[in-house]
């Protein structure tokens, strides 16, 4: 986190396309991210290593995976960031947002989520270190997320829900900024993922690129070289940036962002409805939450409701350093529909005893559609563990009658 | 319209020569397009200088929930800006409509217009010209990304108006009236849009930061009534901008025209009597 880092673009994509108001929250955040992130004044980085050690757990595992290795006849490691405080990625994130907000001297912290998982971690760094929570979530993820709306209310962080539109991400994040728009001077926003106005895409990447630095020290241990290839789901991209960092200048090692596929990779334009959420694979670029990437948009530029099974991929966005890399060819987006995560998700269970969560399920699917395109040394980054899915995944296996998921006749017939 | 004369020819700047402004906001196409020409032939005759017409965006970060709600309605209503460049046209062949209009919009819907192979601001530019728009408010493109958009209004004389809000700095400030065109839009409270009870001391603040500026200042965000447009003129400013309190009046579709035109009257009186007050302690 040394180099002097500090344009606001990936080419054309990236920029702060934000209102005046919160302008000058953003160009002290910059300053901050410069001063604090990059030059580690005041031993920020050092403190931030060391929080991430003895609170987070780090470092993660590299784990040879034996099974995958031997069904996919070649070396299969998984990266084991489930086994992060929390059980996803998400806290390497939160923990240093917060800790910068610390620095800051801002007080009062407020963050989106769709999933959950973003607002649970940024509660948990939250309460450790002792700032006020306030999380937006919409409605319908409230209803169908509840296990980390209870963790984040335990974290003593507010919960406030958001009723209008579709009630996901997209609508969180509109009113986090609302949030911030109206109580900047106080207050920083943790942004969940490589997405909105500079400096975010590129400091939430820094904070998350803790997992390639290690991934690649610890491959090099492990097998002696380098990876043929790097694997890992994009939904915004931040476990997906934070996986792929520090192996961008590695040009021996291809990249691959998996996004969701989910049911058909078709618009609605009667609907103003995507089925899936492949923005970086099939978006159009655009401007949104600040930032010009690659969006699923109708003609207009109305921003369309994507979908997936996984909460955390299902955004109409996507991180614009990704945009960036995947139209210079450096990373390779490709996606997998709602069924084959599913069967990945039940794969990684019974083969290797790791519920992973249903968005790193989506790496997981592409090993298996397309292991010979991966080369012999293969990292896939297990972005987060899935106790937090299993009710989605009984429900959506049963549905699809899949033959990878288990029977749950156990609880028929009430013996 | 004059196209070889320079840009500070502005129809917009010439509304607030002569007395305080108020520039009115409703949302095109809400709840239909026809609707939207009644409304603003109503405030037009309520005594609004410049009538604000918003393209709906799916994603409007800057507005409050009874501005959101209009959008939401135009948008399921079915407005496109290919619609509101028809609407815009319609209202500019009214010869009761015969102020100046403002496109309000995000810059997502600019930077997508025309055809696919022509990426950037000036189609849009080009179509809201051609329709008989005079300037535009773009609330998510601050100052730093504004130069496509810039050009692409020079070239084709429209105004674009900047937002001033109350945490914007001195050097920021600086950069914006460089560019400014139109009049200058004085944020008149950290937030969203949305009428408030009351008018924020940051506004008499921001206002004094202008002193310097030739254009007009018009403050916006939370003006709701007559004695916040007078309190506001009086504090100097050359107008007020008003949305919510009419999009108000427009979301419970009860005799809506003939109360958003009597609104438009509450909130001009209340400007001219702010104007008044100026003048008095002057003794003239």
């Known amino acids: 986190m040394s180099r002097t880092d500090t344009d606001s673009k990936f080419g054309d994509y990236g920029g702060q396309y934000v209102p005046e108001a919160l302008m000058p929250a953003i160009e002290e955040l910059t300053d901050a991210y410069e001063r604090y992130v990059l030059d580690n004044e005041d031993g920020f980085v050092d403190e931030f290593r060391e929080r991430l050690r003895d609170f987070g757990g780090r470092p993660t595992p590299l784990q040879r995976a034996d099974r995958l290795s031997e069904r996919y006849d070649r070396e299969v490691y998984l990266k084991r960031e489930d086994l992060l405080h929390g059980g996803a990625h998400k806290l390497n994130n939160a923990l240093g947002q917060v800790l910068l907000a610390k620095y800051m001297g801002k007080d009062r912290i407020i963050a989106e989520t769709g999933a959950g998982q973003h607002g649970t971690a940024t509660a948990m760094a939250a309460a450790h270190l002792d700032v006020d929570c306030e999380i937006y979530m919409g409605r319908t993820d409230i209803n169908r997320q509840r296990p980390n709306v209870f963790r984040m209310r335990i974290h003593d962080a507010e919960v406030n829900p958001v009723d209008i539109g579709s009630g996901t991400l997209k609508e969180a994040i509109n009113e986090t900024m609302r949030d911030w728009a109206t109580n900047v001077e106080d207050t920083h926003y943790v942004i969940g993922s490589v997405v909105g106005p500079h400096p975010f895409p590129k400091m939430v990447r820094d904070f998350q690129s803790v997992i390639s630095e290690e991934a690649r020290e610890q491959v090099r241990d492990r097998a002696g070289r380098l990876p043929d290839s790097v694997v890992a789901c994009a939904g915004g991209g931040s476990n997906t940036m934070g996986a792929f960092h520090e192996f961008v200048g590695d040009d021996e090692v291809d990249l691959v962002a998996v996004e969701a596929g989910g049911s058909e990779l078709t618009i609605d334009e009667e609907e103003d409805l995507a089925p899936h959420s492949a923005s970086l694979s099939t978006g159009e670029e655009g401007v949104l939450h600040g930032a010009r990437t690659k969006l699923l948009q109708n003609r207009d530029g109305q921003i369309l409701e994507s979908h997936s099974v996984s909460a955390g991929l299902d955004y109409s966005g996507v991180g614009p350093e990704l945009a960036y890399l995947a139209d210079e060819g450096r990373v390779t987006p490709v996606n997998v529909g709602d069924d084959a995560a599913l069967e990945a998700f039940h794969r990684l269970s019974k083969l290797e005893g790791i519920i992973p969560a249903l968005e790193s399920s989506h790496a997981l699917a592409y090993l298996e559609a397309n292991p010979e395109s991966l080369g012999d040394l293969v990292v896939v980054n297990v972005s987060g563990r899935g106790d937090k899915d299993l009710d989605t995944v009984i429900e959506e296996s049963d549905k699809r009658n899949l033959d990878a998921a288990p029977s749950m006749e156990v609880f028929e017939g009430g013996e | ?284």
Do not use: W
Request: negative net charge; proline residues 6%; aromatic residues 6%.
């Open chain 2, 1 to 284: 319209m004059a196209s070889d004369t320079p840009a500070t020819e502005s129809d917009i700047t010439a509304a607030f020569a002569d007395e305080p402004a108020l520039v009115a906001y409703v949302a095109a196409g809400d709840p239909d397009a026809e609707a939207t020409k009644e409304y603003v032939r109503a405030l037009v005759r309520g005594g609004a200088d410049v009538v604000e017409l918003g393209l709906p965006f799916s994603e409007p970060v800057a507005e409050g929930p009874t501005i959101q709600q209009a959008i939401r309605r135009a948008l399921d209503a079915g407005m496109t800006p290919d619609r509101y460049f028809d609407l815009v046209a319609d209202l500019r062949e009214d010869e009761e409509v015969d102020v100046p209009l403002v496109c309000m919009t995000y810059y997502n819907l600019i930077y997508q217009y025309g055809p696919d192979d022509v990426a950037g601001p000036e189609p849009f530019v080009a179509a809201a010209a051609e329709a008989g728009i005079s300037g535009l408010i773009v609330p998510d493109l601050p100052v730093d990304e504004s130069d496509p958009l810039k050009a692409a209004c020079d070239a084709h004389g429209l105004d674009l108006v900047f937002i001033v809000a109350p945490t914007t700095t001195d050097e920021r400030l600086g950069r914006m009236l460089d560019r400014a065109t139109g009049f200058v839009y004085v944020q008149g409270r950290l937030g969203t849009t949305g009428a408030r009870s009351d008018v924020s001391d940051e506004t008499h603040v921001s206002l004094g930061r202008l002193d310097e500026t030739d254009l007009p200042k018009a403050v916006g965000f939370g003006i709701s009534e007559r004695d916040h447009a007078r309190e506001i003129v009086s504090g100097g400013a050359d107008g007020v901008v008003v949305g919510s309190a009419f999009v108000d009046i427009v979301s419970e579709q009860e005799d809506t025209a003939a109360r958003l035109e009597a609104k438009a009257r509450e909130l001009k009186a209340g400007a001219l009597d702010g104007a008044e007050e100026m003048a008095q302690p002057e003794g003239k």
